[in-house]
């Protein structure tokens, strides 16, 4: 068990946890500021008097979460924009916060899958061009990198839910722009800021779920993001079908998620900042009091949990002491272990980026045509797709938990059949068999999109349990805007890839060739087992050399499991 000692201000003492903590706290070296970490118990490996010391620091968390009600109560939740809502049952206020942050994925897969539809008469109303098109479609991808870019900044100073709040304005900004627009350029300008909203929201929101959940549920309530993404899409769809011989439709459609970035706005409303960013940020009374509403601090799992929280917290402060704040954004690349979660972070990100469900997605209603369907049935056939890719992500949420991110990977096989079936179903001529054309195809771009919605979970996932505490921002910005540079890139690109290596080709040679030669022997031998582990014990994995994971791995494997 991990037990605490502690350390004055000067450095010239260091007592056991034997003495008595308020004893500590009259030493006139210790600073008593709420800022402080230093002035709590330090986590060791001292095996010493387990539950009297535990009960001594639970003791004095309390105190100082009473101290900090009294004299910041009102004014935190004020500053926070924060209702405070407290539940007896923890579980309830866990499921709460996910469900409510995870609704932030509806704005993100309504503005990714709304343009298929809005693409057909704003191409003619506007006269758009082939490259000013790809450039509508594309853009949001790109108006994402840049608020990636803004996530470490916007995180570390305003922390992650106040980001998110940030998020629903440029969503908010960005649909009113698009809605009113006259010209292409106005459009470009919507779409940017649009794409600003869903980075700030995508790297954020996997982090913040992650912070404040129990690890048991984690993989659950992130994979959420993921189904409310899905969901997203397929109302895109189903609005575009609403709007579609509506005059000027298509205004109707690029303004929808101008409803959700306000019901999302005031779903924030209610919910706390991250306990592990508060932790970070030095402001323990308050850290403890969001997690007491978390958690059932009567169970000592929950109290251990925070203690190590307290000492990630402390490591991470030492570490940074004699660092300046530009050379401890180099920590992604020289810290070993920060450096392993980066390599995975970005090549599971990149396995589920470049193997072309973007493309897919934001051109679906142009694949449809490409096959047979009239614009208007290519436009409703597009539900098809989405509604495939929402059921594809309730698995994730109830059993990813259970068998575990190495066995939750493997969907990419079921996946990769998908698109051999939708490279099959455009050699087959809709001339002479349009029923078998359109009968592979179909079936190919059902199994693909189910298979895929269960495999993206994994995309925020991973990444957001992956980072030490005091690389997380960074490191979920570093994915966040390689995520969106691949769907850029993709999705810009579609065109002029496809007409190069036909839709054959791009569909088996580059995404089905992605996903078998590169991801499924990368996740077989180098991707480690995170479930059911706290944040701080993934620590102690991506310190292992990776040698050591491939060796796990291969043990495992001749055992005849993968998740372990």
């Known amino acids: 068990m991990k037990f605490c000692t502690w350390k004055s201000k000067t450095g010239s003492e260091v007592r056991e946890v034997g003495d008595s903590v308020d004893e500590v706290f009259k030493d006139p070296t210790v600073k008593k500021d709420e800022e402080s970490i230093e002035d709590l118990e330090k986590v060791s490996n001292v095996d010493v008097s387990p539950a009297a010391n535990i009960n001594r620091q639970i003791k004095e968390l309390n105190r100082r979460g009473d101290e900090f009600k009294r004299e910041h109560g009102f004014l935190s939740c004020l500053k926070n924009l924060e209702f405070e809502i407290n539940f007896k049952n923890k579980k309830h206020m866990v499921l709460m916060l996910g469900a409510f942050a995870a609704f932030a994925g509806i704005l993100s897969g309504i503005d990714q899958s709304i343009i298929s539809g809005a693409s057909i008469e704003m191409n003619k109303m506007l006269h758009l061009s082939s490259h000013e098109a790809s450039l509508v479609s594309s853009l949001m991808p790109l108006g994402a990198v840049a608020g990636s870019i803004l996530l470490t900044p916007f995180s570390e100073l305003l922390g992650h839910k106040r980001s998110l709040v940030i998020s629903c304005g440029f969503y908010t900004m960005g649909a009113i722009i698009c809605a009113a627009a006259l010209n292409v350029r106005t459009v470009y300008a919507g779409r940017f800021f649009i794409g600003v909203g869903v980075g700030l929201e995508g790297g954020g929101i996997g982090v913040y779920i992650a912070e404040c959940v129990p690890s048991t549920v984690r993989g659950r309530l992130v994979s959420l993001y993921q189904f409310n993404t899905a969901l997203g899409e397929l109302f895109g769809y189903i609005v575009g079908v609403i709007f579609f011989e509506v005059h000027g439709g298509w205004r109707f459609m690029v303004g929808s998620s101008l409803i959700f970035s306000t019901l999302l706005f005031i779903g924030l409303l209610f919910l706390p900042e991250s306990p592990r960013w508060l932790m970070h940020k030095g402001r323990v009374g308050e850290s403890w009091n969001v997690w007491k509403r978390l958690r059932d601090v009567g169970s000592e799992s929950e109290q251990l949990e925070f203690l190590e929280l307290i000492q990630a917290a402390n490591d991470d402060k030492d570490l940074h002491t004699h660092k300046s704040r530009f050379k401890a954004y180099f920590d992604l690349i020289c810290i070993p272990r920060n450096r392993r979660a980066l390599i995975f972070a970005s090549i599971m990100i990149g396995l589920g980026q470049?193997?072309?469900?973007?493309?897919?997605?934001?051109?679906?209603?142009?694949?449809?045509?490409?096959?047979?369907?009239?614009?208007?049935?290519?436009?409703?056939?597009?539900?098809?797709?989405?509604?495939?890719?929402?059921?594809?992500?309730?698995?994730?949420?109830?059993?990813?938990?259970?068998?575990?991110?190495?066995?939750?990977?493997?969907?990419?096989?079921?996946?990769?059949?998908?698109?051999?079936?939708?490279?099959?179903?455009?050699?087959?001529?809709?001339?002479?068999?349009?029923?078998?054309?359109?009968?592979?195809?179909?079936?190919?771009?059902?199994?693909?999109?189910?298979?895929?919605?269960?495999?993206?979970?994994?995309?925020?996932?991973?990444p957001s349990e992956s980072f030490s505490l005091g690389t997380r921002s960074a490191g979920m910005t570093v994915s966040s805007v390689l995520l969106y540079i691949f769907t850029f890139t993709v999705t810009y690109n579609f065109d002029r890839m496809q007409a190069a290596m036909t839709y054959t080709?791009?569909?088996?040679?580059?995404?089905?060739?992605?996903?078998?030669?590169?991801?499924?022997?990368?996740?077989?031998?180098?991707?480690?087992?995170?479930?059911?582990?706290t944040l701080e014990e993934i620590d102690d994995i991506f310190n292992r050399p990776t040698r050591e994971i491939i060796s796990e791995n291969l043990m495992w494997l001749k055992r005849g499991r993968l998740s372990y």
């Open 505 to 533: 080709g791009l569909t088996l040679g580059f995404y089905g060739g992605i996903a078998v030669i590169i991801g499924i022997p990368y996740q077989l031998f180098f991707m480690p087992e995170t479930k059911n582990r």
């Open 354 to 462: 470049l193997t072309g469900i973007n493309a897919i997605m934001y051109y679906m209603s142009t694949l449809m045509g490409k096959i047979g369907f009239s614009e208007k049935k290519s436009v409703a056939m597009s539900m098809v797709g989405g509604a495939a890719l929402l059921l594809g992500t309730i698995p994730a949420i109830f059993w990813m938990d259970k068998f575990g991110r190495r066995t939750w990977s493997m969907t990419i096989i079921i996946f990769s059949i998908g698109l051999v079936l939708v490279g099959v179903g455009y050699l087959i001529s809709i001339d002479t068999n349009l029923v078998a054309a359109e009968g592979v195809y179909l079936t190919g771009q059902i199994l693909y999109n189910m298979a895929f919605g269960s495999y993206a979970a994994l995309t925020w996932v991973l």
